[in-house]
């Protein structure tokens, strides 16, 4: 199986809005509500910010949010801030429902 | 506090063996599906295994049939035995709770893995 494809890198400015694609196959992003969103900020663990396409954790702020549409997700950050500068992942079931699969990651850089 | 702790990482030779464990405390262990996801230096994540409350395991074509999952309710842990071990498996080993369907809500710190001569 492989990877999901998101872009390599986007930025923005504090107070702006960013959006970051996820796109997958039928085979996982097309067939499940399964998609979920992750923050890593260097030397650190993932952090969970979105499932099931667009469910926030407790904790999570609301200028975070998730949508699908077809075969790609996206998650959006409104608002920027400076701590948003981070690697986010989105992750998707695949396989029929046998495994999991990542994105390859999206350096957010906010200027 | 939920937590997740890994241990048994290290530097190994091509072709060794590793088992790496993972240690749940704060939440009843037996109720979740519990995955491995790694990282090598500078790249994405990967998911690697998973294990379910019912014991059925899952993995990765990277890994599958190298690679074995299994846990201890009783301990409050699970365990990644990995054999025929390559340089392409060396990373950051984390274990994570799905504590939503196919979402990963608590990490561990990770474990290195390095693979090499």
């Known amino acids: 199986q492989s990877a999901l494809t998101q872009p390599a890198s986007v930025s923005g400015s504090p107070g702006q809005s960013i959006t970051i694609s996820c796109t997958g196959t039928?085979?996982?992003?097309?067939?499940?509500?399964?998609v979920s969103w992750y923050q890593q900020h260097p030397g650190k663990a993932p952090k969970l910010m979105i499932y099931e396409v667009s469910k926030r954790p407790s904790g999570v702020s609301d200028r975070f949010s998730g949508s699908k549409s077809g075969n790609t997700a996206s998650l959006t950050i409104s608002g920027l801030q400076v701590e948003d500068e981070a690697d986010y992942y989105c992750c998707s079931l695949g396989g029929s429902a046998t495994v999991d699969l990542f994105g390859g990651g999206t350096k957010l850089t906010v200027l | 506090e939920v937590q997740l702790v890994e241990s048994g990482g290290g530097l190994v030779q091509p072709g060794g063996s590793l088992r790496l464990s993972c240690a749940a405390s704060g939440f009843t262990f037996s109720n979740y599906d519990m995955h491995w996801i790694r990282q090598a230096t500078g790249q994405g994540l990967e998911w690697v295994s998973a294990i379910g409350e019912s014991g059925k395991t899952y993995f990765s074509g990277s890994v599958k049939g190298r690679f074995t999952i299994s846990r201890e309710n009783v301990k409050n842990s699970f365990y990644l035995q990995m054999n025929s071990l390559t340089a392409g498996d060396t990373a950051v080993y984390y274990c994570a709770r799905e504590g939503y369907d196919e979402a990963f809500d608590i990490w561990g710190q990770g474990t290195l893995v390095t693979v090499s001569s």
């Open positions: 039928n085979n996982d992003v097309g067939s499940y509500k399964f």
